[in-house]
């Protein structure tokens, strides 16, 4: 047998052992206002489960699983989590939320349990047969999977340096093989630091009444004899590939299980296809470990330190010495089964067996220079073998004495963990460095059920699939539905007013300027009106200078040089007089009407400025930098000095219904406020600008009309309109969130767009 | 009636009366080596007469007509002059060449005269009737047609600074009648001064066999009697423009015309339909003067400075007083006819009122404050009016004494003027600034007869047009056949390689790096390796390291810190070895492949390296600073380095057959070569490459593919290729003109992209 460690050793192969592949499954079931099993559908949110990547049922209805893609690390897996824990949370009805806890709450009478509502009969008729063989109670246990393989480098680098074996295939399952037999024989350490089940509901047992588990707790109802396991008969081999498919397809055929996927052994090994027979010919494509109760402590079901400690577990368990003999598995689960029936605050019965592996761990940390946040957690585990009230299992006794108390902080945690994730609906967790509209566009997907892969997180890169249609996102409405040239007529303000113009829509009449000189000399064609001077193409209202009326030769000239700092080529415009509002243009419809009013405050003859202006910042809509749809007024000095023209200060009190300005302009990055318009606006400018989209070719875009009165229709004799800019990749954020009128969520819109089928 | 002078003083409009919308068409026919009428057809690559624009035919097969769209300067105008002057002349036969006189060269007997073929028979017989009733032969005679209208803001200034007119249209019509009554009035000093057909062939005359015009040379054959007029009975009014019409209708209904377009006056009012009943309707357009004589001494018939004055001498027109007497009209056209007969020698008859005009103009000339090249023109004028030996009438007849030296002027001009447009055919006369690929596009649409509008010329954007098939092109192959997002694939390299990996193609192995520790702590990955290590998205070459054996961890570090000083991310990348060759891919069709080599010279024994570089210098194809599709060779360090490397100086003389080279990298910017192997690359490469734009969803790309043996084909166990990018916006001008092998349009297969229906 290879020697791993030495081989790990020799060829400073430290770093690769640390690679691998990461995947969690978190069940949980969903409970009314009354800590009641819901009986209701599936949240319809959450997309169709016929297809759905990451979002679940099991055995009933109501237990919802959350799976996340294979990771190439932790940090990547706990990303997705978090993300698939937002969109659950924000889905379920508004009078449910998601047990903590392993063990289920008040549950009904088994008939009315339900199994799950799918249109596949065989899928049903199958966990009717389960319900049957051990009971519908049972299978309402949730927990938590840890699938896990080794990096395909490395199993690669040990295949070079042995010479047992002739492939990488075989190397690879012996590699796994041996991480699963010892991971069976050591498991207890894992149930007696993160068992935390210590009872279960009267309502779980189907016949004694009395409330067992809670005079008597120990480390897991859910990891000993009252769990959710197969038969004592059911033993299968692991000390090759084909013993394990043999011994499963054995029970099969001779209806010990009813099929494969019946066998709920603590640890599997998996493929890449559903057949178990498949893992003869491609070999272990990972392994699942099913042991780990949900820690009601964390919204997600198990910590980071968690993962990171049954990472070094597994890295431990090939590491050290093994043996293939069946009776060591057997007298491993054994210890585990006895472990989980402990008294929580008991010393475990290994206490040495443990302290020896937790110590070879340290060891092992220390030649393989983790980070140091993995020595913490081996800390935290020897000193909880120490001291047993440490471990999930004592903790939860300690706080909970009482069918009351348990029902009362499953609820306290449950709705908790919901209100979190719906305090900021604009934040996708784990995502939350991607910008707003990628977060939602993201979520929109992750609830629908399409496969999302991050290509490129920093600039916004999403590959969107489902079955074999794939689109790219990039930006959130960036897609290949849009051209490439349409791009660029919007890129150039100039282009972008030729083509509208020659469509006969009312643009702003105007000329580009080369040079100053040029321009100069241009004078004579604006000296009698209300101009815009502005930089072709910058575009954050820089080196802009409005003349509402004639402006002088010297002033005009000024504000040309101003504008030719930020660009080498500038426009001279008439100037529109009226109200800017955005019209966010998809596929030929009008989806949102936006404007934008400067930061400002609302009297209330009581509370002064800085008063009315702390109270309108606690609207968790208002962020600071960026992190958030709207952003908080600043105490700065534009601020101040934009009070001041209105003779206020930060302590000065309006009168009530008197509304005070902070700002000039009307940015929502200033404090400004967003107003819906989407039902107000004249239908007239929306079949517009809806129109405008045709001849730039473009299927989303941001069009910005100036409209002096929005209620009175635009005539071909008055327009009552003037298109001054067309925007790729507008902003959908803060159309969603707005500070009056009605959210419009454009994310959905454009997944919509871009999968027809799904809607 | 206006006093128009004064308004422009009153109200300062002496900008305003400068602008105007101009257009030139220019009349050439095609002659045969022998400088004999060609009678061959109109060239095929000038696309189809039904729909062309720019390039027509009139009266004859072999008459070019060149049509410059309106444009608002002067300098537009000759750009699109300049441009169509190119096409033509490199689209006309090698044997054939543009005559480049008034009056013709070598005319057959009269019935083997061509009339046009075209597939109207009514446009066919219409030029049957015209030429039973002046003959063919005078039909040959070329010119240049100068249109002309004052700005809408001019007209619209005068309109609201005069109490006559109730319309800007009444005031327009008023305004371009007073030019054009004036215009006839004055037109005699304009033949004075251009006239510049002084004789004709013999040939020409349809009975007198005699050289008449040689003996006794004229300013103008063509303006004169012997020209082509309608008969003295076509008279038309121009005090109004009911009158106009109303006359020339007149003269259709009673047969003295058989089509109105047969009113052959020295000006004629245009509007914006066919039918001339419409300029009651609409009014004025423009107005088009037909007097001028091709100038022999310019390759476009007509020089900048004689447009300059012709816009000055339109402007004079009404400026100074009028009469709208229909005399006055008659003794203009009396006087023109007069000068056009006087002897080129001769003083003027007019020379007195010709004085007091010109010297009218210089005043106006002051008071607009018009720019020096206005001055220059008028006081040449002044010269030639003073000496008539400066006239263009003189220069020929002094130039010219003898029927041969007249055929051998003729040939001397049409071919030189030829092999001008030839000689650099990369570059697009007029439209030089731009880049070359989009010169060749622009060249490409106009010779085909694609509307063309410069929307942003220094953004390289097209708008291209067919009947009412639009599109729009940026930097000649930026369309809407592309997607949005497909540029976004290309433009992350990282996004490119993990699409193209997905569908298995062979990319090289390597990751993305965002900061330096996380690169430096990955060297464990890269140690045994030859890696290229890179900046993400920068494209120029800068940063790049390659270790092509494992790489010391010092030199590594090192490399990542030279990449990271030009992206903030990099990637890491295993280095393939082998060729690097560029596939552009059309459509899904591999429409050119090339390579590129070093800069170098090839020894004959004899020449030093340095002759050597100046012989290649010498390809009209090099040129420097990108503005020909190969560069010169530079006499550098870094050639004067590489070639020490080799052991030569400047002043070795390499052996016959022996390649030096002067670079190591093979850039053409830098002097390399470019060799296409379009042709020579196998098949499966080709198909590869074209397979890779289908999931980059891309229609037009350039990918670089590295391929080591590019004549042993590509198989599943062997791909022998690496993939290492995908490049939106390829270059496309490297591929028409290359060092070695075949060029390969590509902008023509844009263009086949873009308008099918007319491929």
Not at 168 to 196: C, D, M, P, S
Not at 245 to 263: C, H, K, M, P, Y
Not at 451 to 477: G, I, M
Not at 546 to 568: C, H
């Amino acid at each position: 047998m290879m020697n791993i460690k030495d081989i790990i050793k020799t060829n400073k192969l430290e770093k690769l052992v640390l690679e691998g592949t990461f995947g969690i499954e978190k069940e949980g079931i969903r409970v009314d206002d009354n800590q009641k099993l819901a009986l209701t559908d599936h949240p319809e949110l959450l997309g169709d489960r016929s297809y759905h990547p990451y979002i679940q049922t099991d055995f009933s209805e109501a237990q919802l699983e959350l799976v996340t893609p294979p990771e190439q690390s932790l940090k990547e897996t706990f990303k997705w989590l978090n993300a698939l824990n937002d969109v659950v949370q924000r889905s379920v009805e508004s009078d449910e939320y998601i047990w903590p806890f392993s063990m289920p709450a008040c549950l009904p009478e088994t008939e009315q349990i339900p199994i799950i509502r799918v249109r596949d009969q065989k899928e049903v008729e199958y966990r009717e047969k389960l319900a049957e063989k051990y009971g519908k109670k049972k299978q309402l246990i949730s927990g938590i999977h840890y699938n896990f393989s080794f990096s395909e480098q490395f199993v690669k680098s040990i295949f070079e340096h042995q010479r047992e074996h002739d492939s990488i295939k075989e190397v690879k399952n012996e590699l796994h093989l041996k991480l699963t037999r010892n991971f069976l024989r050591y498991q207890w350490i894992l149930t007696y630091l993160y068992g935390a089940a210590p009872f279960a509901h009267h309502s779980f047992f189907e016949q004694a009444k009395e409330e067992i588990p809670l005079t008597k707790p120990v480390r897991s109802v859910r990891n000993s004899s009252m769990g959710y396991h197969n038969s004592t008969d059911v033993i299968v081999r692991y000390d090759e590939v084909a013993h394990y498919v043999n011994d499963i397809e054995q029970l099969v055929a001779e209806g010990t299980l009813s099929e494969e996927r019946e066998f709920y052994g603590a640890a599997r090994l998996r493929g890449n296809a559903k057949k178990i027979d498949q893992l003869n010919h491609t070999g272990i494509e990972y392994v699942e470990f099913r042991l780990f109760d949900l820690n009601p402590y964390s919204k997600l079901g198990i910590t980071n330190e968690q993962a990171r400690f049954i990472h070094l577990f597994s890295i431990l368990m090939i590491w050290i010495e093994d043996s293939k003999a069946k009776e060591a598995i057997k007298e491993g689960t054994e210890k585990n089964e006895q472990t989980a029936s402990e008294d929580p605050f008991a010393k475990s019965a290994y206490y040495q067996e443990g302290m020896e592996l937790l110590q070879e761990m340290q060891a092992i940390a220390s030649e393989l220079k983790v980070e140091s946040e993995y020595f913490e957690v081996i800390d935290q585990a020897i000193a909880a073998l120490e001291d047993p009230s440490q471990t999930l299992a004592a903790r939860l006794t300690q706080q909970i004495d009482s069918v009351d108390q348990y029902l009362k902080v499953g609820r306290k945690l449950g709705t908790q963990y919901k209100q979190e994730a719906k305090g900021k609906p604009y934040l996708l967790n784990g995502f939350e460095g991607m910008e707003m509209s990628s977060q939602l566009l993201l979520f929109d997907a992750l609830q629908k059920g399409i496969t999302v892969e991050v290509l490129d997180e920093n600039d916004q890169f999403l590959k969107l699939q489902y079955k074999s249609h794939e689109e790219y996102v990039k930006n959130a409405n960036m897609t290949a539905k849009d051209t490439y040239i349409s791009h660029w007529i919007m890129e150039n303000k100039t282009v972008t007013k030729k083509i509208l113009k020659s469509k006969g829509f009312n643009v702003p009449d105007g000329e580009e300027f080369q040079s100053l000189e040029e321009a100069t000399a241009a004078y004579y064609k604006f000296k009698n009106r209300s101009v815009v001077v502005k930089p072709k193409s910058t575009n954050y209202g820089l080196g802009i200078s409005i003349f509402k009326n004639s402006p002088q030769e010297e002033d005009f000239k000024e504000a040309l040089e101003i504008a030719f700092k930020e660009d080498t080529a500038i426009l001279v415009e008439k100037f529109a007089t009226g109200t800017e509002y955005r019209f966010f243009i998809l596929d030929g419809k009008v989806k949102a009407v936006l404007h934008r009013v400067p930061a400002n405050v609302k009297g209330d003859g009581r509370q002064t400025v800085r008063e009315l202006i702390e109270q309108k910042n606690m609207d968790p809509l208002r962020g600071t930098n960026h992190r958030a749809p709207l952003e908080k007024i600043k105490f700065g000095n534009v601020e101040a000095l934009t009070l001041k023209e209105q003779g206020y200060t930060f302590d000065s009190v309006p009168e009530s219904g008197e509304i005070v300005y902070l700002r000039e302009n009307s940015n929502i990055s200033t404090g400004g406020d967003s107003i819906d318009y989407t039902d107000k606006m004249h239908s007239s400018y929306k079949e517009l600008a809806s129109r405008m989209a045709v001849p730039l070719g473009v299927k989303v875009t941001g069009i910005d009309l100036i409209i002096p009165d929005y209620t009175k229709p635009s005539t071909p004799e008055d327009p009552g309109y003037t298109v001054i800019e067309a925007n790729f990749n507008p902003a959908m954020h803060m159309h969603a969130f707005v500070t009056e009128g009605k959210g419009r969520r454009l994310t959905r819109d454009i997944l919509e767009m871009l999968f027809p089928e799904l809607y």
